[in-house]
């Protein structure tokens, strides 16, 4: 074992020796990378993505354009957009109550606002990941955002179901994204980062299970309230709150933001705790040191010390090494979510019933991840990242050379559903692929960033899919293949630690170099 020993305390009178480890070392030589405490943990927290897929999905149905019968005793009714507003005979089959649209009489010339609010969410999403990645990485921790964030979801989802009108409908739509944008980011963070490195890459792409999952429970829960939009989002919006009181408080913080917190003596109690679950121990003589802690330093990270050793997005750009890293961690972000919901968007044009198809999209899902899981760790994240990206963007290439006409329509379904299944591969992949690039001071905050242009690309998604049926294929698959390439630009973080300091990242990169 090449780990240095040194004195705690530098300078106490006992002169015990203590060895100092990293604590990716501490788990994987002492505690155990992935044992029944990190299986527990890991479940729990990332349950936290069905409650986002809730609250980013409910659109579909809530917003949903339900059909319209003619009433007249004769059978002539007027003109359908006049008659949704001014009763010429048209009625909705659902009742005006069973979507926002049916309420607000939001078709024809107002459709447009189904769109704007949809708009709105993501604007939220966008503007609370950047905050609460950075709260996270800060004084508020990982499990602290998280808590915040559900409670916000929560109160925000009960107050939109009682909105009296459609611009209030709007403002809390963009209030809800806000807090839910950040839901998957904080769960996916303390959910794999006490997870050992050679298990790391699995457990972070067996994350987005929950997030499927928790889009075929809504399509159930949907169905189960067809006639009323409200209660709908009063059902989607409880479990954030049950969340907070029934899971949380069996959850614990981050021992690696404990660490960058100077918090050791609470870093080591997680990681002892890690170890007794696990049927194993940690010997009395180790404590955990940070990155930066070089040999010559001879200092235990001392749990009193009033610095801190958390970062913000300023301290990426500082440093060369991550911030050429962070614009193509946000470039490729912004293309991969272009395309994958570019192409997620296609299920209300499927023409059949749109329960089973928002179910059968979130199926469709899980071969991706599951592959990608079972080869994540053989072929490495570049690899991988760039073959899936690539793959997509070929199919869409194609697709856009296909007339849809005839039997062809089928051959471009085909390829649009391998398009969907390579980017939602990769669009899961850049999650730990992006964590992994960037040390635990900053990382969050970071993720955050890269979270913000996805939620760009999610805004952009729906303006590139009324382009025509040929066009969206083409720049889907222009996305996909400049995506790919960009991919090669960066390293490879396949079995390398997990640094937690800026300083420990560059001495890393240095010692590869030599």
Request: aromatic share 10%.
């Given at each position: 074992m090449s780990t240095e020993a040194l004195l705690a305390g530098g300078g106490g009178g006992d002169g015990e020796a203590r060895r100092r480890v990293s604590i990716d070392d501490a788990l994987a030589w002492h505690a155990g990378e992935f044992g029944r405490w990190q299986l527990r943990h890991f479940v729990l927290v990332s349950s936290a993505w069905l409650l986002e897929a809730l609250h980013t999905m409910v659109i579909i149905f809530a917003d949903r354009e339900p059909a319209m019968v003619c009433a007249a005793g004769d059978g002539r009714c007027g003109d359908r957009c006049a008659g949704a507003a001014a009763g010429t005979g048209w009625e909705w089959a659902g009742g005006p109550a069973s979507s926002t649209v049916s309420e607000w009489g939001l078709v024809c010339g107002e459709r447009y606002k189904v769109g704007l609010?949809?708009?709105n969410f993501f604007a939220g999403c966008m503007i609370g990941a950047g905050v609460f990645g950075h709260l996270s990485d800060s004084f508020l921790g990982r499990k602290g955002s998280l808590q915040v964030v559900c409670v916000l979801n929560g109160v925000f989802g009960m107050l939109t179901a009682m909105a009296p009108n459609y611009w209030a409908y709007a403002v809390l739509r963009l209030?809800?994204?806000?807090?839910?944008?950040?839901?998957?980011?904080?769960?996916?963070?303390?959910?794999?980062?006490?997870?050992?490195?050679?298990?790391?890459?699995?457990?972070?792409?067996?994350?987005?299970?929950?997030?499927?999952?928790?889009?075929?429970?809504?399509?159930?829960?949907?169905?189960?309230?067809?006639?009323?939009?409200?209660?709908?989002?009063?059902?989607?919006?409880?479990?954030?709150?049950?969340?907070?009181?029934?899971?949380?408080?069996?959850?614990?913080?981050?021992?690696?933001?404990?660490?960058?917190?100077?918090?050791?003596?609470?870093?080591?109690?997680?990681?002892?705790?890690?170890?007794?679950?696990?049927?194993?121990?940690i010997p009395d003589d180790v404590s955990l040191k940070l990155d930066d802690d070089g040999a010559g330093g001879g200092k235990v990270v001392d749990s009193s010390a009033s610095a801190s050793a958390s970062g913000s997005i300023i301290d990426v750009f500082r440093s060369r090494t991550t911030r050429f890293r962070l614009v193509l961690s946000v470039v490729i972000n912004l293309l991969a979510s272009v395309v994958y919901y570019g192409l997620s968007l296609n299920v209300v044009n499927l023409k059949t019933n749109l329960y089973v198809s928002v179910l059968v999209n979130s199926i469709a899902e899980m071969p991706a991840y599951l592959l990608?899981?079972?080869?994540?760790?053989?072929?490495?994240?570049?690899?991988?990242?760039?073959?899936?990206?690539?793959?997509?963007?070929?199919?869409?290439?194609?697709?856009?050379?296909?007339?849809?006409?005839?039997?062809?329509?089928?051959?471009?379904?085909?390829c649009g559903v391998v398009g969907i299944f390579g980017m939602a591969a990769t669009y899961n992949l850049l999650f730990i692929y992006t964590a992994e690039l960037f040390p635990t001071a900053v990382r969050n905050a970071a993720l955050g960033c890269t979270s913000q242009a996805s939620q760009m690309g999610a805004i952009l998604a729906p303006l590139v899919v009324v382009l025509g049926e040929r066009v969206p294929f083409a720049l889907f698959g222009v996305s996909g293949l400049i995506g790919g390439f960009l991919v090669f630009c960066l390293p490879e973080t396949k079995n390398k630690p997990m640094y937690d300091t800026m300083a420990g990242l560059e001495e890393g990169e240095k010692s590869v170099l030599k």
């Open positions: 609010v949809q708009a209030l809800t994204g806000f807090s839910a944008g950040s839901v998957g980011l904080c769960s996916f963070v303390l959910a794999t980062e006490p997870v050992g490195p050679s298990r790391r890459g699995a457990a972070g792409m067996s994350t987005f299970y929950f997030f499927s999952c928790g889009i075929a429970a809504l399509a159930g829960i949907a169905a189960m309230f067809p006639t009323s939009w409200r209660m709908l989002y009063v059902v989607t919006s409880v479990p954030s709150l049950v969340f907070v009181v029934a899971v949380l408080p069996f959850v614990s913080e981050s021992p690696r933001w404990y660490l960058v917190r100077r918090r050791a003596d609470d870093a080591l109690r997680v990681v002892r705790a890690i170890a007794s679950s696990n049927g194993r121990s990608t899981a079972l080869l994540l760790d053989r072929f490495g994240r570049k690899p991988l990242a760039i073959g899936t990206m690539l793959l997509s963007g070929i199919f869409c290439s194609a697709g856009s050379l296909i007339a849809g006409a005839g039997a062809m329509r089928v051959a471009r379904l085909a």
